[in-house]
């Protein structure tokens, strides 16, 4: 069973720009977990929030919760062109379909 | 250096013909699992280990089989590979229970396999 979802599934944007993806979730969860997968790589851990957590900051990462609409954002600030990669929620052991970024030149 | 092995890394074969995908980590992490990552389908597992001797299904444990006798290893076989199963597939390791504490799991590069 699929717990997170992203959104939107794929997303260009400038270099230089913020990139927003969403994840939602269904059941009540621990902590919340992002990841990123470079074209047909292994998925990389890019930060965790606990579900008492509103907000959290690594890098030109920034990571929201909202459990009450059992939502998550990620956000990366100044974006480049090594980020362009898929981006996965993760709940428990579970994982979104992903969002696909990719930074134009 | 900590990481998260698979043999092979890619893999064509024929259907029927028994096969196994070894997993290793050298991190003693006590959780291991197994992922295959399909194209609109993102990631689903198949099998995951809490610790030696202990395995439970995922989400697709169909046609798959596991073991854990060893804390490293992790080795995924498929006994009667189908078509179906052509995939990309991923081992993971993590701490404790990964996600339910809070634990990061550590990905391997990934099994590319075709069965024809």
């Known amino acids: 069973s699929q717990q997170g979802e992203e959104d939107p599934q794929a997303l260009s944007i400038q270099e230089g720009e913020n990139a927003t993806m969403n994840c939602s979730y269904k059941?009540?969860?621990?902590?919340l977990q992002w990841y990123r997968q470079n074209s047909g790589r292994g998925l990389v851990h890019l930060i965790l929030i606990r579900s008492n957590e509103r907000e959290k900051h690594s890098g030109r990462l920034r990571v929201t919760l909202d459990t009450s609409k059992k939502s998550s954002s990620l956000l990366i600030t100044a974006s480049r062109a090594a980020d362009t990669a898929s981006y996965f929620c993760?709940?428990?052991?579970?994982f979104g379909k992903g969002t696909r970024l990719h930074i134009l030149p | 250096e900590a990481q998260v092995t698979q043999n092979p890394r890619y893999l064509i074969t024929v259907t029927g013909k028994k096969l196994t995908v070894t997993c290793s980590q050298n991190?003693?992490?006590?959780?291991m699992s197994w992922y295959r990552q399909d194209p609109g389908l993102g990631l689903r597992q198949i099998y995951y280990s809490m610790n030696v001797e202990v395995t439970d299904k995922g989400d697709v444990p169909e046609g798959y089989k596991v073991s854990r006798k060893e804390k490293r290893n992790f080795p995924l076989i498929l006994e009667s590979p189908s078509p179906n199963q052509t995939s990309l597939y991923f081992c993971?390791?993590?701490?404790?229970?990964?996600?339910?504490?809070?634990?990061?799991?550590?990905f391997g590069p990934g099994t590319r396999l075709t069965v024809l």
């Open positions: 993760a709940t428990d052991a579970t």
């Open positions: 991190m003693n992490h006590e959780y």
């Open positions: 993971a390791s993590s701490l404790l229970s990964s996600g339910r504490y809070g634990d990061t799991q550590y």
């Open positions: 059941t009540s969860i621990n902590n």
